[in-house]
């Protein structure tokens, strides 16, 4: 299909077999009224005069359709080709992609940012043959016929990876003048989408995470109340399952509202003179006992100090007291975890580099990317076993942001796990 003819919607039938159709309804209409004549001799003025009147309504909305269809063919082909350095230079001074078309939907300018982010295009090319989207094609066409703005959504790429609002324009023109040019002007909408996507996700993965030992809750106590109502050994069962659920949902709670108070600071600059040695004794006393329950001895490398960043004391014990506890969960294999402090020179920065290792089972690659996303986790039934609530390492990498420092997980199958912090070091007074 030509580009006019998609324009036009395909409006119509070529001229000489709209002729034909406007001869074949008129001479039926006359053939109507003549019949009525032969059977009305009385009537055959009136019906003279019907047929001659129905003529005529077959003829001239023919001719004004004709017409219309000339002027607009007229408009499109009087159009200029190119638009003006003035024009050019304000599409050129846009700081997202923006496309220049003229009234038959070809390419007549494009921005620098419109190549960066959907390639080269040939100018003179029909807009369609980079934009492939239906619904985009349809709202450029109705911006053109109509002459008035249209907004529409363009998801590009078949796994949505990005989306976009798109703004048709018809630029400006003195009064009465029909617009020659088209503006096409993309607004980058993938962070927003991927953000409400979370959001979604967070709302339906926390009222799941609380629903399951809520239910079980609800369960037992309705069991307590029914059939095991005088059993003394059922009830006491009972009742420690109940237990282990409500500790389930109050570590839940907790984690959330945790991680809720550590967004809403995360862009808030730390200030205080943190020394992390001070922060790995605090943890090592804290998270002792845990370690000794599951068989695990805690040890220490610390290479040339000092190890002074800036800091938030609560939050960075937090930081490598959950670190440490998923060793103590997940690594017990190993027997063993090391704690480790150095400083390292990266390019022209001084850094402080915290580690927490273990030698368990390690993690599969393919989990790395996401340990740190919300809910997520690599093995489910170990981590509720384990008490996780899957909310630790995204609480750790929100606080780490904040403190301007970076996660690094380095982890091998059989070989055990590496949580790295690296922190901008600040000089020791």
Same mark, same amino acid.
């Given at each position: 299909?030509t580009t006019? !003819?998609t324009t036009?919607?395909?409006?119509g039938l070529?001229?000489?077999?709209r002729?034909v159709?406007v001869?074949?309804v008129? +001479?039926a ?6 019949a009525?004549a032969?059977l009305?001799? !009385? +009537? &055959?003025?009136a ?9 005529l309504a077959?003829?001239?909305p023919a ?6 269809k +000339?002027?607009?063919?007229? &408009? #499109?082909r009087q159009?200029?080709? &190119?638009?003006d350095?003035g024009i050019k230079?304000?599409v ?6 923006a496309?220049?078309?003229d009234?038959?939907l ?5 921005n620098?940012?419109? !190549?960066q982010?959907?390639g080269n295009?040939?100018?003179?090319? +029909?807009?369609?043959?980079r934009?492939r ?7 450029i066409?109705a911006?053109?016929?109509? #002459?008035?703005?249209v ?5 590009e790429?078949?796994s949505a990876d ?5 703004d048709?324009l018809?630029?400006p023109?003195?009064?009465g003048e029909?617009?020659a040019?088209f503006l096409?002007l993309?607004h980058?909408r993938t962070g927003e989408?991927?953000?409400e996507r ?5 709302v339906?993965?926390?009222?799941h ?9 609800i369960g037992f106590?309705?069991t307590?109340q029914?059939?095991?109502k005088?059993?003394?050994?059922a009830r006491?069962?009972f009742?420690?399952?109940m #237990?282990?659920?409500?500790a389930?949902m109050?570590?839940?709670i907790?984690?959330?509202?945790s991680?809720?108070h550590?967004?809403m600071?995360?862009?808030v600059a730390v200030s205080d003179?943190?020394?992390?040695e001070?922060? *790995?004794?605090d943890?090592?006393e804290s998270?002792?006992?845990?370690a000794?329950?599951?068989d695990l001895?805690?040890?220490?490398q610390y290479g040339?100090?000092?190890y002074?960043v800036a ?10 007291? $959950?670190?440490v506890? $998923?060793?103590?969960?997940?690594? !017990?294999a190993?027997r ?7 400083r390292l ?6 850094l402080?580099?915290a580690f927490v290792?273990?030698?368990g089972p390690?993690i599969?690659a393919?989990h790395?990317?996401?340990l740190t996303?919300?809910f997520?986790r690599?093995?489910v039934g170990t981590?509720?076993?384990? #008490? ?5 390492l995204?609480?750790?990498? $929100?606080i780490?942001v904040r ?10 199958v059989?070989?055990?796990?590496t949580?790295?912090?690296? *922190?901008?070091a600040?000089?020791?007074?």
């Open positions: 299909m006019r !003819e036009e919607g395909g409006a070529p001229i000489a077999r002729v159709s001869v074949r008129a +001479a209409g006359t053939g109507l009224f003549v009525l032969i009305h001799p !009385e +009537a &055959w003025q019906c003279i005069i019907g047929s001659l009147l129905f003529l077959c003829i001239l001719r004004s359709t004709r017409k219309a +000339a002027g607009e063919e007229l &408009w #499109r159009a200029p080709l &190119w638009p350095g230079a304000v050129e001074a846009m700081l997202e992609p496309f220049l078309i009234r038959n070809l390419l007549r300018y494009r620098a940012v419109s !190549e982010a959907f295009m040939a100018l003179g090319d +029909a807009i369609s043959l934009f989207s239906p619904e985009l094609l349809a709202a066409e911006s053109v016929e109509g #002459r008035k703005s907004n529409t959504e363009f998801i790429g078949r990005r989306s976009w609002s798109v048709i018809p630029i023109v003195p009064q029909r617009p040019f096409i993309f980058d989408r991927r953000i979370m959001r979604t996700d967070f339906a993965n926390a009222s995470e609380l629903r399951t030992p809520l239910a079980s809750l106590i309705e307590l029914g059939p095991a005088e059993d003394a050994v006491g069962r009742l420690d399952i #237990r282990d659920q409500s389930r109050s570590r839940l907790d984690d959330l509202l991680l809720s550590i967004e600071k995360r862009h003179r943190i020394d992390l001070e922060i *790995f004794a943890v090592l998270m002792s006992p845990l000794s329950e599951s001895v805690i040890e220490t040339p100090g000092p002074v800091g938030d004391r609560d939050e960075l014990v937090q930081v490598f007291s $959950n670190l506890e $998923n060793a103590c969960k997940y690594g !017990e190993g063993r975890i090391v704690l480790g402090l150095q020179r990266e390019r022209d920065s001084l402080v580099e290792q273990d030698f390690g599969p393919e790395v990317p996401r996303e919300r997520y690599v093995d981590s509720r076993q384990k #008490r996780g609530t899957g909310l630790g995204s609480i750790v990498r $929100n780490l403190h301007r420092a970076r996660l690094i997980v380095a982890s091998t059989g070989e055990g796990s949580f790295t912090a690296r *922190f901008p600040l000089d020791p007074r």
